[in-house]
């Protein structure tokens, strides 16, 4: 079975504290990708990073970063000091060898200014 | 680089009536998707794209709903008639193969 849990569902920050946001899948196969993506009010859903399955490094790009651990079959993604503009929802979503998307249900990040 | 184009971004009918959204995919991507998304939930695909061919279409309410692509480019869906249930955005995304996937803004249906 493929699946993807994004078991937080709405979180509220103050701007400039640091939020994780968790994201758990499941699946069989070996080869697989994994993704996040943004989705702002205005409701276009924007891509933020892809991960293969063989590359656990993490990475970080400005005040995201993203760690990707196969043990524990999670792609939780950090957001430092965060904005306004960074409230959105948050959708983490898997790829696998038979080429099927499987999205999560999405956590709904708010920063308070 | 141009995004995925849709149109129209919003659109309200009332029920048992048709509807039509159009996507244009970014240049030379081979896979094109359709999603619906209803309020307060993730995209759910409705059919996916390679080519001009269909590859998976098993979450599409064939009874109401058609998409096609002709030619490999651009893309149609439609909803006919449409039901109260259908009320959702509706988001169109091209990737160059099953691969990351880039979005259009979408088209909000309203089904009163």
């Known amino acids: 079975a493929q699946k993807v849990t994004q078991a937080q569902t709405e979180i509220s920050v103050v701007e400039k504290e640091d939020v994780t946001l968790d994201c758990v899948y499941e699946t069989r196969d070996t080869t697989y990708y994994l993704f996040w993506y943004k989705q702002p009010p205005s409701g276009e859903l924007v891509f933020l990073i892809r991960r293969n399955s063989f590359d656990e490094q993490n990475e970080i790009s400005g005040r995201y970063s993203w760690n990707f651990q196969k043990s524990t079959s999670s792609f939780n993604f950090t957001i430092t000091a965060s904005q306004v503009v960074d409230s959105a929802v948050y959708f983490c979503?898997?790829?696998?060898?038979?080429?099927?998307?499987?999205f999560g249900t999405g956590t709904s990040l708010t920063v308070i200014p | 680089e141009a995004g995925v184009a849709q149109s129209p971004r919003y659109k309200i009918i009332e029920k048992r009536q048709s509807v039509a959204f159009w996507c244009n995919p970014i240049s030379g991507h081979a896979t094109l998707y359709w999603y619906q998304q209803i309020l307060g939930q993730g995209p759910k695909l409705l059919i996916q794209?390679?080519?001009?061919?269909?590859?998976?279409d098993s979450q599409l309410p064939k009874d109401r709903f058609s998409a096609e692509r002709l030619k490999g480019v651009d893309s149609t869906l439609k909803i006919q008639p449409a039901k109260l249930e259908d009320s959702a955005v509706y988001l169109c995304a091209s990737s160059l193969y099953p691969d990351t996937q880039y979005f259009g803004p979408g088209t909000r249906l309203t089904v009163l």
């Open positions: 794209f390679q080519n001009n061919g269909v590859v998976d």
């Open positions: 979503a898997l790829l696998n060898t038979g080429n099927q998307f499987y």
